[in-house]
């Protein structure tokens, strides 16, 4: 059975090789008009240029590629469309219109010129169909990182992905500013918006007056290195402005500005709430829009990682994780996290995406660089999200073990309901099969945090199955094995306290082939001892039925309370559900 959070499974958007950034407006004759950045070659070589793509049928299939730029011409690149209220739309892009043909970095020169050169932009009158011959400058002011750059501001660098938005009669879009090329390409950057009020009325695009925020001589920048780059925002319903960024030290940052984009709140790393915990992302998108029921999603990796997907940190953008915002007392209130998209092959994984809303049905599309496509986005994940902090039922569907008093008392045995395969790997169908999923759902309380205490024990004779245990780290510990090999992976240290009841969910995912724990309603992300809060399981990792009973407690100083078994993985607002109908 196909997993629809699995990337392949999506509509394909075209392109000519590589592509980038597919972002979606809708237009005023039901279409859903796409731009990217294409090529034949790979990302930066000669002949990137901005497409467009129209698809009647919401993804499923689409136009031929129409050019806004030709490949024959000077690079454009990094292109978003903003639509106006009397349906025009404007594609924005980066535009090598000087022809450079290399400039210089920290260690020498690049031939990479496709983050640099002018803001330009076509419009299309006839949604998409065509665009305009003529192109039309957005000037930049120079600022201090201009200045700085080895050609003082007289060739400047930068680019953009924060796709425009509407907000308080004003567009707005985002972009960094590149002070040099170096270690990384970007070696050093800081976000900037371009605000225009008369684009969303004036006609005649030559007379389209565009500012730069925020005012003065510095943008947005990180907390303490000097990477900050891919900035974009969001209004809220008091009229301020939220705006994400990346940088590299392992977090996101955040800030909110009440003046219109004129001013910003300080460098800060990213919470998911007001002065709780910090949000855990790589060099990569991160990606906050607002739909038309006033919350707010967030797309990110989940992860400390500091780098690209490449070297130690390869993988870091596999899998896309997503979380719900609610607006309170003029902040955003961010969820757990879920699943919402991943690659079978770990080592890739899907960015840069764009969400569509259409008919109370949500949308999105991301690209692998090479390919892009479209997904539809289960609502009931959506709602899950948004409603976490209210949600106190307990989980029905998939509930197949459900023990508590007696039947938990330290030694007792009761059958463990059969896990089928956690693989469904073959050589026809290799890394594609998602096998079973199965979640562990319990209350416990500890006497101590002692390591070699097991919770519950289904192992067999040669040591096969599921078991439980405590580590040395005073953390919670599922192991599984086969025939072949094992695999374990614990809780967060520091999450659990001897004589507190925990609530505990153990959720095995053989889509994105994952294992994460929510300790009392919050999923773990690693904390501050280590990268990742969830682990990967070997693909071929399959029977762990081992003894096809449970022990329960056989070592254990402390009480389990109660234990569920599903035949399914939980999302994480179904834990969260779990936990908050107990308390």
């Known amino acids: 059975m196909e997993d629809p959070r699995n990337i392949e499974t999506g509509y394909e958007i075209p392109s000519e090789n590589y592509c980038d950034q597919p972002y979606i407006v809708v237009t005023n004759d039901g279409a859903w008009l796409c731009v990217l950045t294409t090529g034949r070659g790979l990302e930066g070589d000669r002949g990137q240029h901005a497409v467009s793509s129209r698809s009647l049928d919401q993804g499923k299939t689409w136009s031929p590629l129409v050019d806004i730029e030709s490949a024959d011409d000077p690079e454009s690149s990094w292109v978003m469309p903003l639509k106006v209220p009397n349906g025009r739309v404007y594609a924005i892009y980066n535009h090598n219109t000087d022809s450079l043909q290399e400039v210089v970095t920290d260690t020498g020169t690049t031939r990479r010129v496709d983050t640099l050169g002018y803001f ?109 780059d891919e900035h974009n925002l969001v209004g809220l319903s008091d009229r301020s402005l939220f705006c994400t960024y990346r940088t590299i030290e392992g977090h996101p940052c955040h800030a909110y500005s009440r003046d219109g984009g004129r001013s910003w709140t300080e460098p800060a790393y990213m919470t998911y709430t007001p002065g709780g915990r910090m949000v855990k992302h790589p060099r990569a998108a991160n990606f906050v829009r607002k739909f038309s029921n006033g919350k707010f999603i967030y797309w990110f ?48 994984g899907p960015s840069y995406p764009d969400f569509v809303e259409e008919n109370g049905r949500y949308f999105v599309s991301a690209t692998q660089k090479t390919v892009a496509r479209i997904h539809e986005i289960d609502s009931a994940l959506l709602e899950g999200l948004w409603n976490q902090a209210d949600l106190n039922s307990l989980v029905q569907d998939g509930l197949v073990l459900n023990l508590s008093g007696d039947a938990l008392k330290a030694g007792a045995v009761v059958d463990l309901p059969d896990v089928p395969s956690l693989s469904n790997d073959s050589r026809e169908n290799p890394g594609k099969g998602a096998g079973a999923s199965f979640s562990l759902d319990f209350r416990v309380r500890f006497d101590n945090l002692d390591a070699g205490q097991v919770l519950l024990d289904g192992r067999d004779e040669a040591g096969r199955g599921i078991w439980l245990t405590t580590t040395d780290r005073g953390t919670v510990q599922i192991n599984l094995r086969d025939q072949r090999m094992g695999v374990t992976w614990d809780t967060d240290p520091g999450v659990l306290q001897a004589g507190k009841d925990h609530h505990i969910a153990v959720i095995v995912d053989s889509g994105p082939r994952i294992i994460s724990f929510v300790v009392d309603g919050v999923l773990c992300d690693g904390g501050e001892a280590r990268m990742y809060g969830w682990g990967r399981f070997n693909r071929f990792l399959q029977d762990v039925n081992g003894a096809g009973k449970l022990t329960i407690a056989p070592s254990l100083n402390g009480e389990l309370r109660t234990l569920r078994m599903y035949n399914r993985y939980l999302r994480t607002s179904e834990a969260i559900s779990n936990y908050q109908s107990g308390r």
Not at 148 to 162: A, E, H, L, R, S
Not at 185 to 197: D, V
Not at 309 to 315: L, M, S, T
Request: net charge negative; hydrophobic share 35%.
């Open 120 to 228: 330009q932009c076509k419009y299309s009158d006839d949604n998409g169909l065509s665009w305009s011959k003529e192109r039309y400058l957005i000037p930049l002011r120079v600022t201090q990182i201009d200045r700085d750059n080895p050609y003082q501001g007289k060739i400047q660098y930068f680019w953009g992905v924060g796709k425009p938005m509407i907000h308080n009669g004003k567009a707005y879009f985002g972009f960094a500013k590149v002070g040099r090329f170096g270690h990384g390409f970007m070696a050093t950057s800081e976000g900037y918006f371009l605000c225009s009020e008369n684009v969303l009325t004036e006609t005649d695009p030559a007379k389209v007056e565009w500012e730069l925020l925020p005012e003065g001589e510095v943008g947005l920048k990180a907390v303490h290195d000097v990477v900050a």
């Open 301 to 348: 990796h989940n992860n400390g990682m500091k780098w690209y997907n490449q070297g130690p940190a390869r993988g870091s953008r596999n899998v896309a994780w997503l979380m719900g915002g609610i607006e309170k007392d003029g902040y955003i209130h961010w969820s757990q996290p879920e699943i919402l998209l991943y690659e079978p092959n770990e080592f890739l």
